[in-house]
């Protein structure tokens, strides 16, 4: 069993910055492309990014492209999403997920998830 725990999150003003973790734990994350989601408040959880092994190879949401940014560090077994300019409508919980069987951006087929950060983007 691979246990996530994702940290981070809080309260931004729009236009501001906040680089979440997801920290893995009982397996290595190296095996694993890691992707990050989220739902907020009476919506379906939804796609943000995703990256493969390699850490090179990225894929992002049309609404977050070009100011999210999805890493990891397979030497600390933690993947980051750096996010920049937040709008009020990136507000949800951000959840990070592991997926052993190769690229995917439907949550449906991940195998394991963390809890949870909340991210509430507001003046």
């Known amino acids: 069993q691979m246990q996530l725990v994702e940290s981070g999150g809080g309260l931004v003003q729009p236009g501001g910055s906040l680089r979440l973790s997801c920290t893995a734990s009982?397996?290595?994350?190296?095996?694993?492309?890691m992707g990050w989601f989220r739902q907020a408040p009476g919506k379906e959880r939804e796609f943000v990014a995703v990256?493969?092994?390699?850490?090179?190879?990225?894929s992002y949401a049309d609404s977050v492209k070009g100011r999210f940014t999805i890493s990891r560090d397979n030497a600390k077994n933690t993947v980051y999403l750096q996010m920049n300019s937040l709008k009020p409508e990136d507000t949800a919980v951000y959840y990070c997920?592991?997926?052993?069987?190769?690229?995917?951006?439907?949550?449906?087929?991940?195998?394991?998830w963390g809890q949870g950060t909340q991210v509430t983007v507001s003046s």
């Open positions: 009982g397996r290595t994350l190296r095996s694993y492309v």
């Open positions: 990256i493969m092994l390699n850490g090179v190879i990225t």
């Open positions: 997920a592991a997926r052993k069987d190769g690229y995917s951006r439907n949550g449906a087929l991940y195998d394991y």
